[in-house]
């Protein structure tokens, strides 16, 4: 903007027998303009608490931290810092907190301090979920989730470096999540802190063909009492939600005689308040002229598929391109067990290769 032209508005008040002229010096911005832009009620520089100053063009208020918002956004029955111990300040975004489940897990690495090298994962997905860490295709690490699905992962004892982290979960059910990946910049004597992580919900089909108007049972595990969307076919309309339970349990009836005869897919995602999971992993289905119920409840098993998504694509292939010709490959990224990961690997993995 290269010049700030001012509108002056006059009014006048009659007071006795005086007159006085109230002028008003209107600017071109939002936080000038005499207008209540974002509806707040507050009008302007210094009135509007979004506006830094006259020049300011935007009068929408910065977004208030979780841990300053008066709200209980975890339903712990505390409130903002410091009453609830998920807040490390009052500009903390998230009121999480990691509390280890009664049993079982492995606490992640714990005791990891501040002047070490190392790496911390936070976030919400179903509750006691057995999640695994991979370091370039390697699982180094296991935790098991809260009865809140919440989750603390860490690892210390890092050199510094580039990482490629997976993160995947396994429900009650033996169903395994889509994967989750992180390419995390670790420094030295810093612990880098990765939060706000919403894990893609699992999910299940009780029939891989369905006849056209019957129901196709959808259903699997998600962070506790959110609502799962459900898309077909990449659209970005759903075509139905559910609701987890406190478990995380989630089902819905799909009715299919809107959907198409032929091959499709679907997926599901979570959301409870402002959190959205990632999208869970793809399935495929067709309608046609019966039903042919599921048989296999696990298709997972290629000896290919170094990240256990169960896929066979780039993620793969990424991380078997780290380890070419490296001492120390971990077993299941040396496809063919020769001892070298090279040319032969990447042929095995052509052949498994799903996308």
């Known amino acids: 903007m290269c010049c700030w032209f001012y509108t002056v508005h006059a009014q006048t008040l009659q007071e006795s027998s005086d007159e006085m002229l109230i002028v008003t010096i209107l600017g071109d911005t939002a936080c000038s303009d005499g207008v209540d832009n974002d509806g707040d009620t507050f009008i302007d520089f210094p009135n509007d608490p979004g506006c830094g100053s006259y020049t300011d063009d935007d009068e929408n208020d910065a977004p208030i931290p979780q841990c300053s918002d008066g709200i209980d956004n975890d339903s712990d029955g505390l409130i903002d810092y410091p009453n609830d111990t998920g807040c490390d300040d009052a500009n903390d975004d998230n009121e999480y907190v990691y509390s280890p489940p009664p049993s079982g897990g492995s606490g992640g690495s714990g005791g990891s301090s501040p002047d070490k090298t190392a790496v911390r994962f936070r976030g919400l997905t179903f509750p006691e979920a057995e999640l695994s860490l991979l370091k370039s295709g390697q699982v180094i690490e296991t935790d098991t989730a809260n009865s809140l699905g919440e989750f603390d992962l860490r690892l210390s004892d890092l050199a510094e470096g580039q990482y490629n982290f997976v993160i995947f979960g396994i429900d009650s059910e033996e169903l395994r999540s889509e994967t989750s990946a992180f390419n995390v910049s670790i420094e030295e004597d810093v612990t880098t802190s990765v939060t706000g992580i919403y894990m893609p919900p699992t999910i299940r089909l009780d029939k891989i063909?369905?006849?056209?108007?019957?129901?196709?049972?959808?259903?699997?595990?998600?962070?506790?009492?959110?609502?799962?969307?459900?898309?077909?076919?990449?659209?970005?309309?759903?075509?139905?939600?559910?609701?987890?339970?406190?478990?995380?349990?989630?089902?819905?009836?799909?009715?299919?005689?809107?959907?198409?005869?032929?091959?499709?897919t679907i997926r599901a995602q979570a959301v409870k308040g402002s959190f959205e999971s990632m999208l869970s992993n793809s399935l495929s289905f067709k309608i046609g002229l019966s039903d042919i119920f599921q048989t296999v409840t696990d298709s997972c098993g290629s000896v290919a598929d170094v990240n256990y998504d169960c896929?066979?694509?780039?993620?793969?292939?990424?991380?078997?391109?780290?380890?070419?010709k490296k001492d120390g490959a971990?077993?299941?990224?040396?496809?063919?067990n020769d001892g070298v990961v090279d040319i032969k690997d990447f042929s095995i993995m052509a052949y498994h290769w799903t996308g």
Request: glycine letters at 10%; charged letters at 15%.
């Open 209 to 264: 063909q369905v006849k056209n108007g019957n129901i196709l049972t959808v259903d699997g595990y998600a962070m506790p009492y959110a609502e799962v969307y459900l898309y077909v076919d990449g659209d970005i309309d759903t075509v139905g939600v559910a609701t987890s339970s406190a478990a995380g349990k989630w089902l819905y009836e799909l009715n299919t005689g809107s959907i198409g005869y032929g091959d499709h």
């Open 330 to 336: 971990p077993s299941n990224v040396d496809i063919n």
């Open 311 to 324: 896929r066979v694509n780039l993620i793969d292939f990424s991380i078997v391109a780290f380890w070419y």
